[in-house]
């Protein structure tokens, strides 16, 4: 089961909408966590028509900073333990059967005199819970001076009490595959800050509970944060393979709709390779400039500030296109291109897919 943390710094632009739809498409989280959404409650909610997630909780903003949305897919339950401002804590049951665990979803404290309330507010969640704990999100802190990429070294006593609290509450960091800061303020020269503010930590029951866990940093153009995508191995087991074929001899072929289905999935096949001439693998492409951003940052961020700042403005053009092929999947003729509205598209054509079955057949004599 995955779950995607991103301080996405405001969901006012489509562009930044549209990434996200990505990364839920790509990455298929049943956990989405949103932080600094800078809207209110309830437009952060109408957001779960495009993600396709059922479910969501939300914090309002404070005029234009804070603000933080939690999506959940359907197939699991979520359970409100609390909330604040800068926090969501929940117990995740991925089954009727099994236990829950518990998920805090942080975005914590901009400003350095003001830190020590997020220290103490982790240190009220800890409690006396000694059931499986992650926490995620952007703390707006590093734990270590090697995590702080600039000319004028971070604070060590502002990283020793994030150890302290970390220590207290029995949580850990999780390894994580990626660049080694998730925060860029994209200035050039000694201006330049590159930090590890976000990340995933959990106590050791939770690391028991899922050894094969990994956090990755995934590369945007829309934020100056890496967005964090928390992978739980359990999908990956090998014999899933083989349950899902053994699932599928089962089946009861029939023979009445054998010609439709050869007639259907060759007219499939032909509109793929005339989607594929017409506007190319935008998903892939988009997933490619992202791989291409990583490398440019990963490399040396100052002297390729001028091909990142290219390669953020060719993904900022694949959105949009990628936008527009909504749109035209949508079918709704009478609305121009110039409206944009991208809402109204992801939600007709999500769900019209996922209505799209044929479940009976009647024939003339009414069986």
């Known amino acids: 089961m995955n779950t995607l943390a991103w301080n996405c710094r405001g969901l006012g632009n489509p562009r930044t909408v549209q990434e996200l739809c990505n990364f839920v498409k790509l990455h298929h989280p049943k956990l989405v966590f949103l932080s600094e959404t800078r809207m209110s409650a309830n437009r952060s909610k109408n957001l779960r028509w495009k993600l396709g997630l059922k479910h969501c909780l939300a914090i ?12 959940w897919d359907e197939h699991i339950n979520v359970s409100l333990l609390s909330q604040g401002q800068r926090y969501i804590d929940v117990l995740v049951y991925e ?26 507010r982790l240190r009220l969640l800890c409690g006396a819970w000694t059931g499986p704990w992650m926490v995620i999100g ?57 930090v590890r503010l976000d990340r995933s930590v959990s106590n050791t029951v939770w690391s028991a509970l899922f050894p094969g866990a990994n956090l990755k940093h995934l590369t945007s153009s829309r934020s100056d944060h890496k967005a964090l995508l928390l992978e739980i191995m359990w999908e990956r087991e090998e014999e899933l393979g083989v349950v899902v074929e053994n699932a599928w001899k089962k089946r009861n072929p029939g023979s009445d709709l054998g010609a439709l289905a050869v007639a259907l999935q060759t007219i499939t096949q032909d509109l793929r390779t005339w989607s594929k001439e017409k506007f ?5 492409q988009l997933e490619q400039l992202r791989n291409n951003l990583e490398m440019l940052e990963r490399d040396d961020p100052l002297s390729n500030r001028g091909a990142i700042l290219k390669t953020k403005q060719e993904l900022d053009e694949l959105l949009y296109r990628e936008e527009m092929m909504w749109l035209q999947r ?38």
């Open 60 to 71: 309002d903003s404070d005029g234009l900073s804070g603000g933080l949305a939690l999506f």
């Open 95 to 120: 089954n009727p059967n099994a236990a829950p665990w518990r998920a805090t979803f942080i975005y914590g404290e901009p400003r350095v005199e003001n830190r020590r309330n997020m220290w103490d």
């Open 330 to 367: 949508s079918r709704i003729s009478w609305l121009k291109e110039g409206d944009r509205n991208t809402k109204y598209f992801h939600r007709k054509a999500r769900w019209r897919s996922r209505k799209n079955h044929i479940k009976k057949l009647k024939k003339e004599d009414g069986s």
């Open 280 to 284: 190319g693998h935008v998903t892939r």
């Open 138 to 194: 952007d703390f707006n802190e590093a734990m270590w001076q090697y995590e702080h990429f600039s000319e004028t070294p971070c604070a060590e006593r502002q990283m020793m009490d994030f150890r302290e609290v970390l220590s207290h509450c029995d949580l850990h960091d999780l390894s994580f595959s990626g660049l080694p800061w998730t925060y860029n303020n994209n200035q050039g020269g000694n201006r330049n800050v590159r």
